[in-house]
């Protein structure tokens, strides 16, 4: 069952800033919100990831709202390299460790 | 560091056929995942080993799927018999901890298996 909603595609100008939205309203207090990308014939690659509080790292920007219903992942400056399959995850914790679900992810477009 | 390994890239077979994949996680990680990726959907997981025990294997088909992590390193996935709808990418994925607050799943580059 899917435990997050993205749009299937976008597009963004390349040096612009892409911004991809995510929605998980089923969240829980204890979930991490995770952000990885597929390059075609690739594994996934992780970004970034946070809790509540809004996080960045050299790749990207991780914007989680207050209620923690929805997260944006910020490309600041994007690239052609950056065209990729980005994926939003809920870290589920359980008695046994940790479970990444995967949902259906956004398919960004980095236009020249 | 040297990556997830997995091993063969590329698979075809007939359906009823057997099939095995092979990988290797990077050194230390005690948690391996093996995920299964449909063309157009994001990967779902299949099987989760913490050193060699079994700690999630709710969505692997047991009738055709078995995975085993002896020693608690490397891991075999094996599909037996083998049917049109496991035509997939086949992903391997490690991490250090299972618990851990900085928790990351690394990724191997997969197998893509076609069943004809």
């Known amino acids: 069952d899917a435990k997050t909603t993205q749009p299937p595609s976008m597009d963004c100008a390349e040096g612009r800033a892409a911004n991809l939205p995510c929605n998980h309203s089923?969240?829980?207090?204890?979930?991490?919100v995770y952000w990885y990308r597929q390059i075609h014939s690739q594994g996934p690659q992780y970004i970034i990831h946070?809790?509540?509080n809004n996080e960045t790292n050299e790749m990207a920007s991780l914007i989680i709202t207050e209620d923690r219903k929805s997260s944006t992942l910020i490309l600041p400056h994007a690239t052609l390299r950056d065209t990729a399959v980005y994926y939003c995850?809920?870290?589920?914790?359980?008695?046994?460790?940790?479970?990444?679900?995967f949902g259906t992810g956004t398919s960004l477009t980095v236009i020249p | 560091e040297a990556g997830v390994a997995q091993s063969p890239r590329y698979k075809i077979i007939e359906k009823r056929q057997s099939v095995a994949f092979w990988c290797n996680p990077i050194?230390?990680?005690?948690?391996l995942y093996w995920y299964q990726q449909i063309l157009g959907q994001g990967p779902k997981l299949l099987i989760q080993?913490?050193?060699?025990?079994?700690?999630?294997d709710s969505q692997l088909p047991k009738d055709r799927f078995s995975a085993e992590r002896l020693k608690g390193v490397d891991s075999t996935l094996k599909i037996q018999p083998a049917k049109l709808e496991d035509s997939a990418v086949y992903l391997c994925?490690?991490?250090?901890?299972?618990?851990?607050?900085?928790?990351?799943?690394?990724f191997g580059s997969g197998t893509q298996l076609s069943v004809l």
């Open positions: 994925a490690s991490s250090l901890s299972p618990r851990g607050l900085y928790e990351k799943l690394f």
């Open positions: 089923t969240i829980s207090g204890n979930e991490y």
């Open positions: 946070g809790l509540k």
């Open positions: 995850i809920v870290r589920v914790a359980s008695n046994t460790g940790n479970q990444f679900y």
């Open positions: 050194s230390g990680h005690a948690t």
């Open positions: 080993f913490q050193n060699n025990g079994v700690v999630d």
